[in-house]
């Protein structure tokens, strides 16, 4: 072989081992994802898993730079508590699972978590109860808590509303107690619920009686969500990757906060190993709220012929 022609081969050899060991020297961890995709609460699963499989792919996109490659693993809870908790120990068999986002359900995470506690295992959820088996575990909150959610639910209805005209739940009732209470007011009350009242579902079971009724989330709509939490471009980009990740279907009122619960969960795994990931959102993402929440803003909606209607962002 002649001398230029060998120089060049080793150039070329020499720069595919140097790639090799670049992709090779990666730490692999995975990320487990548990929510209902199947049984009644599957409309939060439809919504949620294409947004966190989005982010998990988003980020891949940068794992050269951060020496950090993750994978998403989820698994169905169907949200069932003993489900819950299987799962839960399921994936953790896998010894690479190194952050758990779940389970969207109270008493479905209640279930779960003393599986993570036992095993070390950091959870970020969406609930609004407060968890105090957690311990010293870590336990991250995308969410107000229910006192916070109760507080300015009230302080709104104070001041657009006499007290005569509606009558304000107490936050951590069951989605079936909810219901039932409607049903029996048979449209002669007006509520103001918890964020359950924002699922198709409780519409439905309602009979078209929620129609009227207020009720507060942090889950919106991506197209509505302020340029203070993700600017109006990055918007656009999320729900276009979005929908075409998902043949064709737009993202529903929780694609957002699954989304924004991933990116927060890759950047605390990256941070961990000792590296920083960039995320799509403005510079207050993993600020804190008044309750040591992440401070996502909280919405007030209104049914209105069977669509949820953005009357307020009640704070911040």
Known sequence: MHAPKLAIWLVWLLSVLLLLGCVQSLQAVKIGLIAPFEGQYREIGVDVIPAARLAIREYAEQ???????????????????????????????????VMVIGHWRDNTTQAAL?????????????????????????????????????????????????????????????MSEEIGRVINHNGTATFLGNPDWGLSQFYSLTNGLADGQYYVSADILPELVPPSVMPESQIDIFITRYTEGNIGIPPGPMAFRAYYATWFAIQQVVARAGSSART?????????????????PLYLFQWTDGQRTLISQLYP
């Open 63 to 97: 794992s050269q730079e951060t020496g950090v490659a993750i994978e998403l693993v989820a698994y169905d809870d169907s949200g069932d508590p003993a489900l819950a908790a299987d799962q839960a120990r399921i994936l953790l068999t896998d010894p690479d699972i």
């Open 114 to 174: 003393p599986v993570y506690v036992d095993a070390h295992i950091p959870l970020v959820t969406v609930s609004a109860a407060t968890f105090e088996e957690s311990g010293n575990n870590a336990i991250y909150y995308i969410s107000p808590a229910y006192a916070t959610l109760q507080s300015a639910a009230t302080q709104w209805a104070d001041t657009q509303l006499d007290e005569s005209e509606i009558m304000i739940e107490q936050f951590q009732r069951t």
């Open 280 to 296: 799509p959102f403005d510079a207050s993402f993993n600020e804190k709220g008044p309750d040591n929440r992440l401070a996502l």
